[in-house]
């Protein structure tokens, strides 16, 4: 395997420079005006597996952004690997402040800053670059096959029924995923449990059009006052959801597992200080590790009615409107979340507005037990390559097809993860530190080495 | 008076394209890209005045939109008039509400349409036009003076400096103003109390910059989450409104007064059917009347935070904002009101926040005694055109610089108001309909002869 670690040394530069032309494509998938980019990502991806020694690779058809597939088959009685990543990213607003333009990768204290710098095209390349140093150097001892989806940011809306339809073609024993993080650039870890995810649109409408809040006022229902109390109802003192039967399928985690996550090194005052944030904020009786890795949670994402322009523009709206997410546990069912909330949502709109929810996508939790040979595999790989066993942890994040893979598929995926909490996902300022990207390439070759013994 | 009656009649196509000419001009005082805008309005109101008969008129510095000043002074012992009226305008969003384009006067089914057709551009200039058919067909018996500004949407921040600057040249008997309302084209009304106002804006910062609401929700507060809880608990279940001390000046009104006021001719659901709403809201213990006449209001004018484009986008943002408004009535003082808000808006701020709360404007309330010899001229006035005797009413809404007027020039307003609920003033398809505006022209001329006698 010294070849291969040569490999990667000696090509360093040109798996970074196309990593960047790759992060140059402003692939958002939630704006339907980078429709072509997300035709163009795919091609890109395409292409380079082509170069790196896939037999094979397409663009196919989906129901929504294109499928990038690509594979080699070295020997139909060796072991498969199916890597899946992501080739959309989010949108870049706030855009003022970034400090650098999101789609020109520019590197900084050692570390790419770029919306995707991470969050999937860093971490998702780091696959296609490890493929080829095996390739290449004529160490690949599994064979590979590449799902490469353009729909992950919003909510992988059309991979499950890809699946259903080419069962067939994505049999594998394992699949592959670099999209989570690890603890620290010193201390690797594995993610073992995913939250699920329910996401809604809301509005709230008074009257049915903007009145003057002067002869209105206080005769009429205000929308956003009204939209407020119903969000600020739907949790209590203590943080909990008030969502009747939100919690039902929640299990219980037992006090020992308890205290295995708590034993996860988390240093509050680094964490507070790292967002600036003077006091931490969560469900009463669980401690910051458990608010995000096994117990819901309930943001509200957005929120807008009324006038919010320059001044004082006094008017009593007629609508106002939320975009509103819960984080969900494993075993809650994002199906059955979605209507307790739309439910409960209606139940409680005062008559004096008319509200409209509609679900805009959802997902379910996802464990991986640490005994499976793919994650013994992978626990080797990181401890080859940064001289510690990772920690198994549970993240907050949800990756909803990986639940999906699971059920329609019936494969265990292992979340190579490699990106850190300073990243920035999702935010201004995104970035995925430089040896982050190389370490990655290089754990993954030995995860094909130690899975295929 | 006949020939003032003739001289309207005759001149009634001018006079609506004249009006036309005016409201062409988008006057947007919140808007700075308007400042031009604002010097061409006034421009326009003063070439009119002298057109109309002033003996001079001029455009004059202030400390923000400059002020229009008229007059014409026929004998210093005869009674002086002081017409007040405001060339600005209110920003025009949702723009796409508007059936047609806002700066473009359109007349549909005997009304104007467009911004400013009521407030304050169709009120304003039948003042002007009513001082012309005095003056042209001999009929002036009083002294009259205009005073219009550029700042009456944003809370006429210069106009209380520049009467403070400008008391001499001021001095008059009355204020005359029409910016409010009638109850109906068949039932006029003369507004002698109108609400003050408080008005501010919050920003509520959560962590310092947009989170993933996987990676962190559950364990940092969220900004939209803590300020819609804020917001919802500053009024109570029953619509009264929680800030300490708020109440404490506002003045029990009579039962008698009280009954007087629900005499009104007032038909709920009628009301409601012109806003569409199922069920009102309000302070309990009021009618509908008493909440928007004699009881102050909270309400948000404005939210925003977050993702609030298209599809889902998770986070966890790190900034909030609102926009919000109290109507106040008289003896409730906005500065004292501004405090106490500010005060508790940051008392009940959770630690795992930031908060500001910027005061943007506000306003006095106002009460008109009935038994004023210009409040009976307007009241005779309105009785010879309409027949019948216009109803004393309370206004909901608030023009600030009428208390002002009081305190610093020491002067009573009568606010001979010819708008109608339905012009929906401040919002998408504002519009006056042409009958109110010649009979407000007439009702004017009346008002001058009844007062001078």
């Known amino acids: ?47 380079r597996l082509l170069e790196a020694g896939a037999d094979k690779a397409e663009v196919m058809p989906a129901k929504g952004n294109p499928v990038v597939y690509g594979e080699k088959i070295i020997d139909p009685s ?21 400090e650098s333009p999101p789609f020109e990768p520019e590197i900084r204290d050692g570390k790419i800053y770029a919306r995707g710098a991470d969050d999937d095209k860093g971490q998702g390349y780091m696959h296609v670059k490890a493929f080829e140093a095996l390739v290449k150097t004529g160490n690949l001892t599994a064979n590979v096959k590449f799902m490469l989806e353009g729909e992950e940011e919003i909510g992988s809306v059309s991979l499950g029924e890809f699946c259903e339809q080419h069962k067939e073609m994505l049999k594998a024993d394992v699949i592959l995923v670099s999209d989570t993080g690890m603890i ?66 929640v299990l219980d985690v037992s006090p020992e597992e308890r205290a295995l996550l708590n034993a996860a090194p988390f240093d509050e005052e680094e964490y507070k200080k790292a967002i600036d944030v003077e ?32 001044g004082a523009k006094t ?10 997410s819960a984080r969900l546990v494993p075993n809650q069912d994002h199906e059955k979340i979605a209507k307790l909330f739309e439910e409960y949502f209606v139940s409680i709109a005062p008559r004096s507005v008319k509200v409209k ?15 499976l040979p793919a994650y013994r595999a992978a626990e080797k790989a ?8 990772p920690v198994p942890t549970r993240s907050g994040g949800s990756i909803p097809i990986i639940s999906t893979f699971e059920s329609i598929l019936g494969i265990k995926s292992i979340l190579m993860g490699f990106g850190l909490e300073s990243d920035a996902i999702h935010s201004p300022n995104e970035n995925y530190p430089l040896d982050h990207f190389y370490k990655g390439i290089e754990t993954i070759t030995l995860f094909y080495k130690y899975f295929s013994k």
Not at 80 to 85: C, D, E, F, P, S
Not at 315 to 324: D, E, G, N
Request: charged share 25%.
């Open 184 to 249: 620290a650039s010193d201390i690797p870890s594995i993610t073992t449990g995913l939250r699920g995810l329910a996401y809604w649109q809301v509005e709230v409408t008074g009257p049915n059009r903007d009145l003057h809040s002067g002869l209105f006022g206080g005769a009429v229902a205000n929308p956003i006052n009204v939209l407020s109390k119903m969000i600020a109802s739907m949790t209590d003192e203590d943080n909990r959801i008030t969502i009747p039967g939100f919690y039902d399928d």
């Open 357 to 371: 929810v509609e679900s805009l996508h959802g997902g379910q939790g996802y464990v991986c037990p640490i005994d």
């Open 279 to 310: 006091e931490l904020s969560g469900e009463k009786g669980y401690t910051t590790i458990e608010r995000t890795g096994i117990r819901p949670s309930f943001d509200v994402c957005g929120i807008w009615g009324g006038y919010t322009g320059e």
């Open 78 to 98: 060796l072991p498969t690997v199916l890597v899946y990543a992501h080739y959309d990213v989010m949108p870049v607003d706030p855009i003022d402040l970034w």
């Open 315 to 324: 008017v009593l709206p007629s609508k106002a409107y939320a975009k509103i």
């Open 382 to 389: 990181y401890e080859t390559v940064y001289g510690k066993r």
């Open 1 to 47: 395997m010294d070849k291969v670690k040569s490999y990667i040394e000696e090509n360093k530069q040109r798996f970074l420079d196309e990593l960047f032309e790759l992060i140059r494509i402003p692939s958002i998938s939630s704006l339907s005006e980078h429709k072509e980019d997300m035709v163009r990502a795919a091609e890109y991806y395409k292409m």
